[in-house]
């Protein structure tokens, strides 16, 4: 089908919103949709929104605000749809505020927007669809398109582990594992369209145990498809980190040496309050166990500083935490209390000033730790995907086994592949590197 109208998608926060508002956009194709570059091109605009802190949610009432002026200028000639996090926890309240929204869907709904659009269309009011239906919505989806080499894969979503100051369990709902041979027939046709590294998605992803089979197991199994050369996976809890697991980055040489793995506190008072369900020594376990598995794992966490109570004492845990384990990348957040969380009922909340102080140290002592894994990397020999396109002519910008963007010089011609490069400079958020063989290798 001719693709005669525009699609504008924004989107917020996590990858899983990122893998779905691809899906989103491939839903639409058949009903014409193609993609627009701006809202004031397109007929249909989504924004697919993050409930997971304040700031995040705010930006979708602003961003809506301006939708509002660009719909009136077009004579009503645009649809809007809010979909996500924030249209889960929020409809009703997205349509009181925002009336001039045609659709409001969450995150289990999207496989049903083409109904939801010939909907908007016949009825002329707003359509909410934030059920958690009983099919999931991944049994009516199309094929997904690749888009470049490296792509995202959803396999889990979903969270039964309710952190008492996480909002996804309620917005994303409990755990669901895709079936293996839907995820395995996916991965290979994202291989058949040139796809050469594949990030397994889920909120919850190393507890996937779809057909009563592992983790570990399945990324076994996506290493046997051809044309695939790389694997990550991303967001682990520490608790589902089982041995199988541990063993398969050992194990398995296209596993990249990198791991997403939230600790989000380092004091057991904290831990035990944030409802983590393990202790400081079980996470320093679980890194000694995957540093002897495959010494050279590199490690990323996400961090709440001023989660209700916390004192100096827990903050300094934190710090002594970070010192120990040592991490390359990461994402330190000031605590956001969220409506319906446990946490949010807590007392001694802390001051908003004693969280930025907080925030800050933090965010310089894993800078630093960042600074120095970086400089260590000057002079290696490194495999990268080159997936985007560069600012200069000639340039593209590809990611190292560690995620590190890797600037490289005169290499159209080698766009999607994978190339080895030297590091020859390094920049505070990236590195640049000369390509040492333009032949494809293996990771
Ligand atoms: N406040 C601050 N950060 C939060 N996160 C989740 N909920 C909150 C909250 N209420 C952070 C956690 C999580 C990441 C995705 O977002 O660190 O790992
Ligand atoms: Fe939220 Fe905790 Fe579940 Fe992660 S594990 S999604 S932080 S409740």
């Known amino acids: 089908m001719a693709l005669t109208k525009k699609l504008f998608v924004k989107t917020y926060g996590c990858q899983m919103n990122v893998y779905d508002s691809a899906r989103m956009a491939d839903v639409l194709a058949p009903l014409g949709y193609g993609p627009g570059e701006t809202p004031e091109d397109a007929d249909m605009v989504i924004l697919n929104t993050c409930h997971i802190r304040e700031k995040a949610s705010e930006k979708v009432f602003s961003e809506l605000g301006r939708l509002r002026q660009i719909k009136a200028d077009k004579d009503g000639g645009l649809i809007i749809a809010v979909a996500g996090c924030v249209a889960q926890a929020e409809g009703e309240e997205i349509l009181r505020r925002a009336p001039f929204v045609d659709i409001v869907l969450g995150p289990q709904t999207y496989h049903r927007l083409p109904e939801m659009v010939a909907q908007a269309a016949r009825a002329g009011g707003a359509v909410l669809d934030t059920e958690f239906p009983i099919e999931p919505k991944f049994d009516f989806l199309p094929d997904a398109r690749a888009d470049g080499p490296a792509a995202f894969l959803s396999v889990q979503e979903g969270c039964d582990k309710f952190c008492t100051f996480c909002v996804v369990p309620y917005t994303r709902g409990g755990e669901y594992s895709r079936p293996a041979p839907a995820i395995l027939a996916e991965a290979r046709k994202l291989a058949d369209q040139g796809v050469v590294e594949i990030t397994l998605l889920g909120q919850n992803v190393n507890g996937w145990h779809g057909d009563g089979k592992s983790f570990g197991w399945l990324i076994r199994q996506v290493a ?11 967001t682990s809890h520490p608790r589902d980190m089982d041995d199988d697991l541990i063993a398969a980055h050992g194990e398995v040489s296209k596993l990249m040496p990198f791991l997403h793995l939230p600790v989000q506190a380092g004091s057991n008072r904290m831990l035990e309050a944030m409802n983590r369900r393990h202790d400081r020594d ?10 002897a598995a495959r010494p050279d794992l590199a490690l990323s966490s996400d961090f709440i500083v001023g989660f209700p109570g916390e004192t100096d004492a ?5 710090l002594d935490l970070v010192r120990q384990v040592g991490f390359v990348q990461t994402y330190s957040f000031k605590y956001s209390s969220r409506p319906g969380t446990p946490a949010a009922g807590m007392p001694h909340q802390v001051d908003e000033a004693v969280k930025e102080a907080r925030l800050a140290e933090l965010m310089d ?30 340039q593209m910008i590809g990611r190292s086994p560690y995620m590190q963007p890797v600037h490289v010089d005169n290499v159209a011609h080698l766009a999607g592949k994978l190339v080895n490069v030297r590091i020859s400079e390094i920049h505070p958020r990236s590195l640049r590197g000369e390509v040492i063989h333009s032949e494809r290798i293996r990771a």
Do not use: S, W
């Open 224 to 234: 046997k498809i051809d044309g695939i050369e790389r694997i990550r996976f991303t």
């Open 365 to 394: 002592l894993l800078q630093d730790q960042t600074n120095r894994f970086n400089a260590h990397c000057l002079g290696l020999e490194m495999a990268v995907v080159l997936d985007r396109v560069g600012k200069h002519p000639g």
């Open 314 to 318: 827990d903050f300094a845990d934190t």
């Open 282 to 291: 079980f996470y320093f376990g679980l890194v000694e166990k995957l540093r």
